[in-house]
Each structure stands twice: as C-alpha cells, then as structure tokens.
C-alpha cells in the first residue's frame, strides 16, 4: 500500500498559476439568430421525446419530484453539425478565457429540452459519480421567446444568492458542471431548449 506523505503548506502560489478571470457563469447574446432559434425547435418531434431522468449515485432514474421536463437527442449530422460546430467554438473560447480546464469534447449529444405544464428542474450540479464524472462544462441555449412563457429562469446558486440567466432567444450559457443552479416552474407557455455538456478527464 502506498504511503501517503504529509502535506506541506506551500510557500506561496505565484500568479500565473492561478485563474483571475474566472467566471461563475457566462454567456453570448445571440450566437443563434431568431431564424436558427425556430429552425432548431422544428427538430423537436413528439414520437422522439422521452421524460427527462437525473443522475442518481452513477444511475439515470426519472424523479418527478426533481425533475419534469421532455428531452430528445439533436444526432450529430448533416443537418444538426452546424449547431456543434458553433458550440464547440462557444466553448473553446470560455474555455480558454475563463476556465482552463482540460477538456476534450462533447459528453453525450446534445438534447433538446421542452419545459411546460409546471415543468422545472431542482437544484442541482450537472457534475457528479459514474458517466457524469467527467463533465466540465455545461451549456443551455434558449431557443424560445422570453414573451412566449413564464417562469422557466435558469439560475444559479452563488454564495447564497440566487442569479438569474439571460432569457433572450438565442442566449448561449456555459458554466462549470459542478456549478449549483436549477429551472423554476414554467408556469405559462413553453420553454424550449439545447443542453448540453462539454468532457475531460478527471479533474487532477
């Protein structure tokens, strides 16, 4: 068995090892046009969707209580590599201004998400055991007018102070998986949705 050494305190960290620029969240106002918005939720397809399920201690299980909400997969293709390719530029360039962290690609394919009739999620972390151990960045695209419903805030957890996300269409917003946020009820309408989530190794 491996020993394991005491830690020391270091002497002192020196600047360029630590991140100033670091971000609780961040986002780019229309990196998707109105047009693109509406094109993207004409992908979505009844026969398609499934009830969304959370992460439990490594598993996927459907929590009602935690989680309402209809997802389906956006197939990487001919008609959706547009939407990755943006993305995954979005992404490289958070990454590299804000985050830092070793990062390799797209963790699953992207969802498509529709909250309505009091659909909401809890809060929770993106980040956590088993398949979802590897996440680094999480990303959430509105993709419906902010007019066309109520409720649905995506916010965030910060320092206990809750902070709302940016509704405009077409708003892309990246954060860190462990990152504390959550959706409040859709109480009119429907909301419409990409998530997404970007993957590295273990964090060392």
């Not at 020993?3 to 020196?14: A, D």
């Not at 630590?18 to 979505?44: K, V, Y």
Request: hydrophobic letters at 35%; aromatic letters at 12%.
């Amino acid at each position: 068995m491996a020993i394991i050494k005491p830690f020391r305190f270091l002497p002192g960290i020196k600047r360029k090892d630590l991140n100033p620029d670091f971000a609780d969240h961040t986002w780019f106002r229309n990196l998707f046009s109105d047009e693109e918005a509406e094109q993207i939720c004409a992908a979505w397809s009844d026969e398609l969707a499934k009830n969304a399920a959370v992460n439990n201690a490594g598993k996927e299980e459907t929590r009602d209580e935690l989680r309402k909400s209809q997802i389906m997969f956006l197939k990487p293709g001919s008609a959706t590599d547009w939407i990755y390719e943006r993305l995954s530029q979005a992404c490289i360039q958070t990454n590299t201004n804000r985050y830092k962290f070793e990062i390799t690609g797209f963790q699953t394919e992207l969802q498509l998400a529709n909250y309505s009739g009091g659909g909401f999620f809890d809060w929770h972390m993106d980040f956590g055991a088993g398949d979802i151990s590897n996440r680094k960045l999480s990303i959430t695209v509105q993709l419906s007018d902010s007019d066309d419903y109520e409720g649905g805030d995506l916010q965030f957890m910060i320092n206990q102070h809750i902070v709302n996300a940016p509704r405009e269409k077409g708003t892309a917003i990246i954060f860190p998986s462990f990152a504390l946020h959550r959706v409040t009820p859709v109480t009119k309408g429907s909301r419409k949705s990409i998530v997404g989530w970007i993957a590295g190794p273990p964090y060392r």
